[in-house]
């Protein structure tokens, strides 16, 4: 898996979303590499590993980026937000964890009524078997609807989506599989580890109130909506998002130095 190091000073891991890269988070790298060291995942099919045989399967993929990254604050963007959760859930030198536009469950359910319809992850499922280049294309506009800034974010997710390669298909799929079978809302009251919400307010694949629901959950959380932002807020609202991102992985190391030392 490739995995990028960019940077010096405490870690941090970055996992992007269903069809991009790790290089997604350019605008965050702009602003986060003088005063951290950043671990910009490729994820298995994706990017610069898009020859990676790894399944996409939450153990497989937290496994490999545990055994390939320091003690480190995850955070994960959308799909890449399962992987991060379940890594806070389960690996030790998780020192905490950030979710942007993420939560632990992506599908609505009786009790779960602040997420999307579970066939919409399944049609997209559907539509790539017909229309690889078509879905894709209407997925990164899903991304970017809403944002006061959606024009500029769309050219530039257009542009990520290409930069290494496009994905694999088998990748997609499976990820599309996670994105609508999986529950880790067990994981959150159990969480030992400080977590970070970041929603954007315009969001129109994962809400603001499901995020501040999944906050809820967790005994060490905290639930920020920024305004004006869609689902990839690190594009159009950089500056905040890196000014949130700053705040929280300072504390969570300073606080993982007080309990061991």
């Known amino acids: 898996m490739h995995i990028e190091v960019v940077g010096r000073g405490p870690a941090l891991v970055l996992i992007h979303g269903w069809a991009l890269h790790g290089g997604v988070f350019a605008p965050l790298v702009e602003r986060l590499q003088d005063q951290f060291e950043l671990h910009l995942v490729d994820l298995p099919g994706h990017g610069y590993s898009r020859e990676d045989p790894t399944a996409l399967r939450l153990p497989h993929v937290v496994n490999a980026i545990a055994a390939a990254t320091p ?6 963007w959308s799909l890449g937000g399962l992987f991060a959760l379940h890594g806070a859930a389960v690996v030790p030198k998780v020192r905490g964890l950030v979710m942007i536009a993420a939560t632990p469950r992506f599908v ?17 499922g559907q ?4 229309d690889y280049r078509g879905t894709l294309e209407r997925f990164l506009a899903l991304d970017a609807m809403g944002s006061e800034h959606a024009r500029q974010e769309l050219r530039t997710l257009r542009a990520a989506l290409v930069e290494r390669g496009e994905p694999a298909p088998r990748a997609l799929q499976e990820g599309l599989a996670l994105l609508e079978n999986t529950d880790l809302r067990g994981a959150l009251p159990a969480l030992r580890k400080p977590s970070l919400w970041l929603a954007g307010q315009r969001d129109r694949l994962v809400s603001a109130r499901g995020m ?17 932002g869609g689902h990839a807020p690190f594009l159009g609202h950089a500056d ?16 993982s130095v007080d309990s061991t030392g």
């Open 212 to 228: 501040q629901a999944a906050a809820d959950l967790a005994p060490d959380a905290q639930a920020q909506v920024i305004a004006h």
């Open 240 to 255: 905040i998002v890196a000014a949130q991102l700053r705040q929280f992985v300072v504390e969570s190391s300073r606080l």
């Open 108 to 124: 609505r359910g009786e009790d779960w009524p602040h997420a999307v319809e579970p066939a919409v992850f399944a049609q997209f």
């Open 127 to 130: 539509d790539l078997a017909q």
């Open 71 to 76: 003690p480190a604050v995850w955070c994960g």
